[in-house]
């Protein structure tokens, strides 16, 4: 099977699943919206909401760390923690440039490259979160 008629495959199959088996942004938006236009403009607004939430639990997970390296009379929690949100951006960025990479330029590269970045930040906010003592 090629590339593209996996991609077709995949783009369509989603819609007959359940939505707790269909993970990614652009599935969750396709449900609800027809039109491609439509579809990337819910990604987009899924994204900045992903983004605000992510934010807020690096601010707490910031907080946290803060706190531990005053209590220990270190300065060692909150440089890790900034050194790990650098090299996670770097990740995401390369890794959802990859993706898009795989539609060749085509329509859908915006949206494919979009819903990476909601996927990776959602799991980025509960990593966050889980780390929060």
């Known amino acids: 099977m090629s590339r593209f008629a996996l991609v077709a495959l995949l783009t369509v199959s989603p819609l007959s699943l359940p939505?707790?088996?269909?993970?990614?942004?652009?599935s969750e938006?396709?449900?609800?919206?027809?039109?491609?236009?439509?579809?990337a403009d819910c990604v987009a607004a899924?994204?900045?909401?992903a983004t605000r939430a992510m934010e807020m639990?690096?601010?707490f997970a910031k907080s946290s760390a803060q706190e531990l390296d005053e209590m220990t009379g270190r300065v060692v929690a909150l440089p890790a923690l900034d050194a790990s949100q650098t090299a996670w951006e770097a990740y995401r960025d390369?890794?959802?440039?990859?993706?898009?990479?795989?539609?060749?330029g085509g329509s859908g590269?915006?949206?494919?490259?979009?819903?990476?970045?909601?996927?990776?930040?959602?799991?980025?906010?509960k990593e966050l979160r889980a780390e929060l003592r």
């Open 19 to 26: 939505l707790s088996a269909v993970a990614d942004a652009s």
């Open 57 to 59: 639990m690096l601010e």
């Open 29 to 39: 938006c396709a449900l609800d919206l027809g039109s491609q236009v439509e579809i």
């Open 109 to 125: 590269t915006g949206i494919a490259i979009r819903s990476c970045r909601v996927e990776l930040t959602r799991a980025r906010t």
């Open 94 to 104: 390369a890794q959802c440039d990859y993706v898009g990479a795989g539609f060749g």
């Open 46 to 49: 899924t994204e900045i909401k």
